[in-house]
């Protein structure tokens, strides 16, 4: 393996590796605490806290008028280059991120809340989606440079039908998006488009989805909700792990909690205890309030068609 020789002489020299790292920290710090960006950085602390971006002018203009944005990106371009040449080593302390010609830098992050400076590169082969991914969250952004073409989808949240519209941006032009029933995806890049990205996910955010375009069917759901995510992933995990002891855990998640995780839950029952997973799905299935129930109903009566085993299964 080589290493390179200005690599080998820091392994040897920690004194020098603490100094680049502390030029990094100076030109970090003298950004977030520039006097002339402390509107932005109050504000956009008020926006993670749940402030309206309507009352937050500064902040406001960072995705709404082009100049404002180029600024900004130019004047966080200069002072963390310039810490690099002096620091070539140097590790920049924001999370970032780089795959299959996508790249994002995280400039600000707060409680769900980001300011992000993303680049798409140009495709080779343009690709039509054939899904969209619908997440709750707002999203502001402005094209910085470059331009594309791409789909613009949105989902009527009574029918879950999505439909789709040509998309075409360029220099300056702007996008509000709530994300849970639009979405926008680039389909054919020319050179490079570079966005500033504002968004917010509220604390209790709800499912995510993957939809079919062609015919809206869903694909993938996934909670938002880190601990419902958890307790998904969980029960899974203890299904495939055929853990029978934990058949009464599943059976009180059922009666609470998202409607997907309790229909999860179902599902590994019925696979570790048919009879007792056949009991809920009758509980549900005669409970008026329940929003499973014509679900809980059909499956019931299709498991007991298939399975005849099943029909002294039923809850008393």
């Not at 995806?185 to 993957?210: H, I």
């Amino acid at each position: 393996m080589r290493i390179d020789p200005e690599i080998a002489a820091l392994a040897h020299d920690p004194a020098k590796q603490h100094c680049g790292q502390e030029e990094i920290s100076r030109a970090v710090k003298d950004w977030k605490y520039d006097p002339a960006l402390s509107a932005i950085h109050r504000q956009f602390s008020r926006y993670a806290a749940g402030d309206p971006l309507e009352t937050l002018n500064a902040l406001q203009a960072l995705v709404s008028h082009v100049q404002a944005a180029g600024a900004f990106v130019s004047n966080w371009i200069d002072v963390h280059v310039h810490a690099l040449k002096e620091a070539p080593l140097g590790q920049m302390p924001y999370r970032h991120s780089y795959a299959s010609g996508f790249a994002t830098m995280q400039l600000l992050v707060e409680n769900g809340a980001s300011l992000v400076l993303s680049v798409y590169e140009e495709r080779t082969n343009p690709v039509t989606p054939t899904s969209a991914i619908f997440s709750d969250r707002e999203q502001h952004e402005i094209v910085i440079a470059g331009k594309a073409q791409g789909l613009l989808s949105r989902c009527e949240q009574d029918t879950g039908t999505v439909t789709s519209s040509l998309l075409d941006v360029t220099l300056g032009d702007r996008l509000q998006l709530d994300c849970n029933r639009e979405v926008r995806q680039w389909s054919d890049v020319k050179g490079r488009l570079v966005l500033l990205q504002l968004s917010r996910t509220p604390q209790d955010p709800a499912p995510t989805r993957e939809i079919q375009l062609e015919d809206s069917s869903l694909l993938m759901q996934s909670d938002g909700n880190k601990q419902t995510s958890q307790s998904s992933v969980a029960l899974a995990v203890l299904g495939a792990l055929q853990r029978h002891d934990a058949v009464p855990v599943m059976e009180e998640l059922s009666a609470s909690g998202p409607a997907h995780l309790r229909w999860e839950a179902v599902r590994q029952m019925l696979t570790l205890d048919p009879f007792k997973g056949i009991s809920v799905l009758d509980r549900m299935a005669e409970d008026p309030s329940e929003e499973l129930a014509v679900s809980a109903h059909r499956l019931a009566e299709q498991l007991r068609m298939q399975y005849p085993a099943l029909r002294h299964g039923k809850a008393a």
